[in-house]
């Protein structure tokens, strides 16, 4: 059995100003009898350093919102509302509530817990529609994360064999193909907003301590990043293949932006880049109206990784609004199953890529027919950025973001994909799967919330 994957956080805080979903504010009627610091596990209450018979500030930080405080507070001097920030922050994709709990997750690499439970609706609009099947979660064996059973999250990159040639020998005949392994179903993929080399720098020093790559501009890739090559893949259009021959050399994959004249010339195009090197070849396709027939045809000229790139909300690009645009979930599906009807979709890979926000959505991303997946907005949120939706998308870096040191934020990407990791090994426990690769196209393990709406109430409205 191959050694346990474990990704290793430490609690890194930042001290910049950020979204919390409340405010605790302590009246002047407080008699400082410090029942609240008793009651409170979280320690959102202490004792002032300075003067240790008064209480201190509530600090809203570490508040899991139980309430315990304002309940035990023998005068009622604790009060609590909803912050104006988190009223503010966000829209109707990327809510404040998960702007805070990437902020969590990157502070210590815990999943967050929430004092209060959740209150929420139980679905909604893209993969809030759908729910996964937990029916293992009851067996004490399925537990991935404490060490009981082994489960593994690697993925394998690459073209594969549909089927193996021996000779009369017995000798195998049939020329494996090349693959790079990941040891988590998810890649970087370079934001497109201005980010300064320091966040640049940590994107990719964590992506190498993760085991895994970072999808970067060519033009980026200056002689301080070139050290990292073998965990970089390099972005670029066709024209530009033979202007960066030295670069591929090192690179063990590369991204080839789509265009329509590239459907004509696939084949010439990996020829080229095979004489150059032994990088995989990775077509970044955006997911535009029936992209699966342009996936489809990708895989039947050879290619052999497809990325599927949709806007930051994970919706289908050039749609008009309200035009019944799909979704990254939808789009995904239609792919894997078009490539199953053409009887090829063990040989090729797929990336998904647009809305992925949290670690839920990397599994339901797969069992709708991914690969893997690849992020970019989570990495930057994680590091106290603010997103707001309305009218276009528009994203706020904190101030004081360019004095952070490499190593911490580093560090905060390292324990962001720490809680992912843990969230994809419980997600799999529960669902009885031991192997990444087995989450691709397990469909019958999940409940789409619009077929069973259909098929409950289709015929009578």
Known sequence: MPKKYHIHPKATPLELDYVYKFKIVRGENCINCGKCSKVCIY??????????????????????????CIQECPRGALEKSLDTGYLTTGGSYWKADILITLWKQAEDGNVPVSGAGYRGPFTGKGFDSMWTDMS???RPTRDGIHGREYISTSIDLGRKLNHLVFGAEKQLISKVPDTVDVSLPILFDMPAEKLNS???????????ELNTFVIMPVA???????????????????????THKELIKKARMVSVEYDDALLKKLAALMEKVKKIS????????????????????LARDGAEIIHIVADYRGQELNSPAG?????????????????????MRDEVTIIASGGIGLAEHVTKSMLCGADLTAI??????????????????????????AKISTPVIEQRMINLM?????QILEMMGAMGIREARRLRGESGRAIFFEEIDKDTFGKLF
Not at 377 to 387: N, Q, V, W
Not at 418 to 422: C, F, N, T, V
């Open 43 to 68: 320690q959102a209450h202490k004792r002032s350093e300075a003067d240790p018979r008064k209480m201190a500030d509530p600090n809203t930080v570490v508040c899991r919102n139980c309430f315990r």
């Open 136 to 138: 293992e979660i009851v």
């Open 198 to 208: 320091s966040i640049r720098l940590a994107m990719v020093k964590a992506a190498t």
């Open 220 to 242: 980026d890739i200056t002689a301080e990043f070139e050290k990292h090559i073998d965990n970089i893949i390099p972005c670029l259009s066709a024209a530009e293949i033979d």
């Open 278 to 297: 032994h990088a995989l070849l990775i077509i970044r396709v955006p997911a535009v109206k029936e992209v699966e027939y342009t996936a489809s045809k």
């Open 323 to 343: 035009s019944g645009s799909r979704h990254l979930k939808d789009i995904v599906r239609s792919i894997h199953q078009r490539l199953v009807e053409d009887k």
């Open 376 to 401: 970019d907005l989570p990495l930057l949120i994680g590091l106290g950025a603010r997103i707001y939706e309305e009218r276009e998308k528009y994203l706020v870096l904190p101030e004081g973001l």
């Open 418 to 422: 720490s809680a992912w990791h843990s």
